[in-house]
């Protein structure tokens, strides 16, 4: 028989990487998913009907729903991606980040063991690069002290502890993959990269002015997330429960994302002014396309992320330079450049369809 995975969060980028994944591998996947209005399923819409996927409504901060579900599926594996994931958001909404972020990783950990799975269920935890923070070593590895540096990170600093706790406490195999940012054509739009690569898209195709951002300076160790989801799978894959640094161990700051992206739509840009005063301008034209909008600062911004994945690539045998940062950025903007036109064609169709009404032809 093969073994049956609960992903909490399959909606998210990750989640439904994650699913596709394990699906191939002959899985029983199960993943959870919240009650809302408009239903947000585009990134899973290609998995349901399939007979090995299942879907359930439960929230992180109902601990009856999740002790419920896990009593049902009985997972041999659990991937608790589900989180409040916006650092941004996070100064917003601190108590709830903490709700899900925080308590509700212990809310698993509790379901685990209050239905008896505590000595067969394995558990990865979504752990985060954010609990470097204001970072005080260059690069970060596995020993390097944490500083975590947003409501979020603190939030997720507690689910990492409380998951080392679970594991020491009642010798449970839960671990914590130490994830930096890795992005992707499913990525939310309000991250940097995709917010990005979106503009360049839609700039090409005449649909928008100008793109605000906040730091160009930001410092990321950037990868590609069909990549990292493999190695939570390996993380819970290892003969012992070890929490590792998953990352690219290259690092670029927004403003080089930026160039690249726009030189992948066709557009090279050149920078001018410092700090807020900050301009990107098209070479050919002369036209601002990029400006910095303090909107976009965060009352602490963590600035200097760069992961050393020695222990992975050791450990795991994982690559971590399987998708280059280059490639990376042009597997977005290829995406994002087909999307605006379909968007643009679309468009036009309603366009039309809103002239018929009017002209009473359809009704
Ligand atoms: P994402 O795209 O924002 O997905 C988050 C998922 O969590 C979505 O399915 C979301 O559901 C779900 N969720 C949010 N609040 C919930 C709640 N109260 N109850 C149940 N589900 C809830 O995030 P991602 O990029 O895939 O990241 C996956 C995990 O890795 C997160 O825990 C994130 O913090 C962590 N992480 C991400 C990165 C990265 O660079 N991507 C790096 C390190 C760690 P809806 O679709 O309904 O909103
Ligand atoms: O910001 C700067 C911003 O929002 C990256 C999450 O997946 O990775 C992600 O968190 C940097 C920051 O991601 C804009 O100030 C400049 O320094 O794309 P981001 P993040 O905060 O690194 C970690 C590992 C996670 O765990 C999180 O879940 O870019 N920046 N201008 C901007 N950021 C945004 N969002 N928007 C801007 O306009």
Not at 161 to 187: D, P, Q, T
Not at 271 to 294: F, H, M, Y
């Amino acid at each position: 028989m093969g073994k049956t995975a609960l992903i909490t969060g399959v909606t998210g980028q990750d989640g439904s990487f994650l699913a596709e994944f394990l699906l191939e591998k002959g899985y029983d996947v199960h993943g959870t998913i919240r009650r809302s209005s408009v239903d947000f399923r585009e990134r899973i819409a290609h998995l349901e009907g399939k007979p090995n996927f299942h879907l359930h409504y439960s929230d992180m901060t109902d601990s009856m729903s999740l002790v419920a579900l896990i009593g049902r599926v009985r997972p041999d594996e659990i991937y608790n991606l589900a989180a409040q994931s916006h650092v941004q958001v996070s100064f917003d909404s601190p108590e709830y980040t903490a709700d899900v972020d925080a308590v509700g990783v212990l809310r698993v950990l509790e379901a685990v063991r209050q239905c008896g799975l505590e000595s067969t269920c394995r558990i990865y935890q979504a752990s985060t690069s954010e609990l470097y923070g204001k970072v005080e070593e260059v690069p970060q590895n596995e020993n390097t002290p944490f500083h975590p540096y947003s409501p979020y990170a603190v939030a997720k600093q507690y689910g990492f502890w409380i998951v080392k706790e679970y594991r020491e406490a009642y010798n449970m195999f839960c671990c914590s993959g130490i994830l930096f940012n890795h992005e992707s054509e499913r990525r939310g739009e309000t991250f940097v990269t995709r917010k990005i690569t979106l503009a360049a898209s839609r700039i090409r195709h005449g649909k928008q002015d100008k793109l605000y951002l906040g730091n160009l300076s930001s410092l990321r160790d950037w990868g590609y997330a069909r990549d990292y989801v493999e190695c939570m799978w390996m993380i819970l894959q290892h003969e012992k429960p070890e929490d590792f640094v998953i990352a690219t161990g290259e690092q670029h700051s927004v403003r080089e994302f930026c160039q690249l992206a726009f030189h992948y739509v066709g557009i090279e840009l050149e920078w001018q002014g410092e700090g807020a005063d900050e301009k990107g301008i098209d070479k050919a034209t002369g036209r601002v396309l990029v400006e910095v909008s303090p909107d976009f600062y965060r009352p602490t911004d963590v600035v200097n992320l760069w992961g050393d994945p020695s222990k992975a690539k050791r450990v795991l045998g994982w690559n971590p330079q399987k998708t280059t940062f280059d490639q990376l950025v042009k597997i977005m903007v290829q995406h994002d450049m087909a999307k605006v036109a379909v968007e643009n064609a679309g468009d036009a169709i309603r366009i039309n369809l809103a002239e018929y009404l009017e002209k009473g032809i359809v009704k």
